[in-house]
């Protein structure tokens, strides 16, 4: 079992840059998870950001451009989503999650953090 939650996220301008942390607690480490960020923009359905497996591998959504760099910190049980050159249209609520498996978007993810909401103008 494994609890989420992610940090305040914040407003910032077309082409800035802003970093998502997310702190897992519980009786098992996020080390053996498969971790990921999901967004809900407006308008649309939550999808997915980028995952990162136990093993330290990342996949992301092909949408990004390779703006967005997701990472791990196992010894401190929380999860990064460095996201770069951001659009309006990043713009949005992002969520954690810990699933299970095969380690990509679609893995089976049962926990979930609250969101954050992320501005960008």
């Known amino acids: 079992h494994v609890q989420l939650v992610e940090s305040v996220g914040g407003s910032v301008q077309a082409g800035g840059s802003l970093r998502l942390s997310c702190a897992a607690s519980?009786?098992?480490?996020?080390?053996?998870?498969?971790m990921a960020w999901f967004r809900q923009i407006p308008g649309n359905e939550r999808e997915g950001v980028a995952s990162?497996?136990?093993?330290?591998?990342?996949t992301y959504a092909d949408s990004l451009e390779g703006r967005f760099t997701i990472s791990k910190d196992n010894a401190k049980d929380t999860l990064y989503l460095q996201m770069r050159s951001l659009k309006p249209e990043d713009a949005g609520v992002y969520f954690c999650?810990?699933?299970?498996?095969?380690?990509?978007?679609?893995?089976?993810?049962?926990?979930w953090g609250q969101g954050t909401q992320v501005t960008v103008s």
């Open positions: 990162i497996a136990q093993d330290g591998r990342a």
């Open positions: 999650a810990a699933g299970w498996g095969h380690c990509d978007l679609q893995a089976d993810f049962r926990a």
């Open positions: 519980g009786a098992t480490h996020m080390s053996s998870f498969c």
